[in-house]
């Protein structure tokens, strides 16, 4: 099945500084999710992102299909920011499954 | 923006017991899903139903779970007896059809002691 691997594991930052996060998928997928989860265990939807570019106020992510990667971008960062953000991909139509499978996160806490 | 709806929120059960969670999905989706995350871990899947039966299911969906459609509009999973490694939260998602966006509920957090 498809692996979904995000860097960086963990990350820490100074309240206003910008980041990146990655996800890499190892084979097509015909879509892309980016989500937040939030301390109290909720996932919020943040980007439906299966290739291009999108943005959304401070966050924008970008999707490269052909090359099995898609980045979010968290700029000015603040502490409502903190939590994991998963990615999550969507089997090709061609693949005989219908399940979405969860990256392995990247623990964002954002310091005051 | 469209919602699905779990309950309860929280369960606490004893080892041995029989739990439901409960989901509505959003009304028009025809693909529905159960996910679990054991604290501090990603999030796995469990089963997706579609057309009135299972279409997909992990290794971890034994014969301790099932789950059900009763009536054209909830869409439930039953643990049958439960154990403390089942302890987690379980997310219910819907969507419309495979590609489109995925939507999940708020989850429900099931604690076994």
């Known amino acids: 099945g498809i692996q979904v691997e995000q860097s960086p594991p963990d990350l820490i930052l100074q309240e206003g500084a910008n980041s990146t996060l990655r996800c890499n998928f190892s084979?097509?997928?015909?879509?892309l999710q980016w989500f937040h989860q939030n301390p109290w265990g909720q996932l919020i939807n943040l980007f439906y992102?299966?290739?291009g570019t999108k943005q959304n106020g401070r966050l924008s992510a970008t999707t490269v299909a052909t090359e099995r990667y898609s980045l979010l971008y968290i700029s000015s960062s603040q502490t409502t920011d903190s939590g994991v953000y998963f990615c999550?991909?969507?089997?090709?139509?061609?693949?005989?499954?219908?399940?979405?499978?969860f990256g392995t996160g990247t623990r964002l806490k954002v310091l005051a | 923006e469209p919602e699905v709806t779990q309950t309860p929120s929280h369960q606490v059960t004893q080892m041995g017991q029989e739990v439901i969670l409960r989901c509505v999905p959003i009304s028009n989706h025809l693909y529905f899903y159960w996910y679990r995350q054991i604290l501090g871990q990603k999030v796995e899947f469990l089963v997706s139903f579609y057309n009135n039966e299972i279409s997909e299911k992990s290794e971890i969906f034994d014969d301790q779970f099932s789950v059900e459609r009763p009536d054209g509009s909830n869409f439930t999973l039953k643990i049958r007896s439960t154990k403390l490694e089942d302890s987690a939260m379980y997310f219910c998602a819907s969507i419309w059809t495979v590609g489109n966006t995925i939507y999940f509920g708020e989850g429900s957090w099931l604690t076994v002691v």
């Open positions: 992102i299966p290739s």
């Open positions: 084979d097509s997928v015909n879509n």
């Open positions: 999550a991909v969507g089997p090709p139509l061609t693949s005989g499954t219908y399940k979405y499978i």
